[in-house]
């Protein structure tokens, strides 16, 4: 039998009222945002993708939405946050390519291969320091095109 898909706004329900939270409206619109988008936003493009949501609201609902583990922040080079589904949610592991100049954020998925070798690589680092990994991302920082085209 397959598993039950995941269903994101129960889950993201379930998680607030663990944490003694409701699943208000606001904070809603803010995950359907995040589903819609195709790689970590940032605030200002949250509340561009919602209505009439003041930028104080956004901040505190994403502050409560990270804690529930429902969202996860990226803080990218240039210092602003931009955030996107926890994966669990999303059932889609992947890593980022940031720009280190002007911090976006592109989604990437790697060959299962190296995926393979990341978790070999992990657990044996964890197993000789007796850590316990809960999970991995892997960011690769350098230059988009469109910064590299400009300085040219």
Known sequence: MLPRPIDVHDTADERLRRDGQRYTANRRALVDAMR??????????????TTGMPQS????????LEDAGVVRRLVTADDTA????????????????????CGTVTDIDVPHELEEG???????????HGFQIEHHRL??????????NAAR
């Open 82 to 101: 931009r955030f996107e589904l926890a994966e669990d949610l999303t059932g889609h592991h992947h890593h980022h390519l940031i720009c280190e100049v």
């Open 118 to 128: 990341v978790s070999s690589f992990s657990s044996s680092i964890a197993s000789s």
């Open 57 to 64: 609201s956004a901040y505190r609902n994403l502050s409560v």
């Open 36 to 49: 819609e988008a195709d790689r970590p936003i940032t605030v200002l493009e949250l509340i561009e993708g």
């Open 139 to 148: 960011d690769l920082i350098g230059i988009c095109p469109a910064c590299s």
